[in-house]
């Protein structure tokens, strides 16, 4: 159940999908949905690939539906080729980086402290970061869970993060895009403790604490009124725009 006083907000990563004519219908059909009072009280957020941002960005004009970015490179610009800096994110609209995403640390060997140069990169741009956290399938196996995401979220969140600049979101990466959840005791025992670890270093900070991993049109309602989820990070499903708005209606849901 959203946090008193935080607003949820339910993210899109469309990851590597979509071609120019999908990704702006895709865009349009979200829009569409989120058009009426209820989908107010849930912010929602699209971050399709970055060859995407720009329709996507013409597709969003004028709605509450917001952008973002899937990763962005530690520096401001430079010689980093392939990469995207936050103020580019930024110039074409986006509000929001995912940063730390588990495919990003597995695939290309991000370790906490890049993570964390990139959401101090996107605070200085005028990003939101959206900072993932998440044990692999072995290390919860091995009982090894709080101890992973406490590191995680120690080592890739900067110093100084306030919730207007910063939201958590915890993916365990055996649940992600395989179709397996925690059970709803397991999600709310590493909320639960995120949210204190967050508490004890961040007096006052009112964080965003989303899950993901294989959220769906029909577990939603049972995932999003757990204590301390405020909102969802939300891959595979979020390419169906009316599983997409299903979820945000159970985010709605949870916090009113
Ligand atoms: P999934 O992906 O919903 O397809 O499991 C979630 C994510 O990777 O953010």
Redesign the pocket.
């Known amino acids: 159940m959203t946090t008193p006083g935080i607003r949820p907000l339910v993210a899109g990563?469309w990851?590597m999908n979509g071609q120019r004519a999908d990704g702006a219908a895709l865009a349009r059909a979200v829009v569409e949905r989120a058009r009426g009072a209820a989908a107010h009280a849930c912010e929602l957020l699209v971050c399709p690939p970055a060859t995407l941002i720009a329709p996507v960005a013409d597709a969003l004009a004028g709605s509450a539906v917001a952008l973002g970015g899937q990763d962005c490179h530690a520096a401001e610009k430079g010689a980093h080729t392939g990469d995207i800096a936050a103020p580019m994110l930024k110039d074409l609209g986006c509000r929001y980086v995912i940063v730390g995403?588990?495919?990003r640390r597995t695939n290309h060997g991000e370790a906490d402290a890049a993570v964390r140069a990139k959401a101090m990169a996107a605070r200085a741009a005028g990003l939101v970061a959206i900072v993932?956290v998440g044990e692999t399938l072995a290390e919860r196996d091995a009982g090894r869970t709080i101890e992973v995401v406490g590191r995680q979220l120690a080592g890739s969140v900067p110093d100084g993060a306030t919730a207007s600049d910063c939201v958590v979101?915890y993916?365990p990466v055996w649940?992600?895009?395989?179709g397996r959840t925690p059970t709803s005791e397991e999600i709310a025992e590493v909320h639960a403790r995120l949210r204190a670890l967050l508490a004890e270093r961040f007096p006052g900070g009112r964080f965003r604490l989303l899950y993901?991993?294989?959220?769906?049109a029909k577990n939603a309602a049972t995932i999003l009124p757990i204590a301390n989820v405020d909102g969802a990070?939300?891959?595979?499903?979020?390419l169906v725009a009316e599983d997409f708005w299903t979820i945000a209606q159970a985010a709605t849901r949870a916090a009113t």
């Open positions: 990563n990851k995403h588990s495919e993932c979101a993916e649940a992600i895009g395989t993901g991993g294989s959220v769906n990070l939300v891959g595979g499903a979020s």
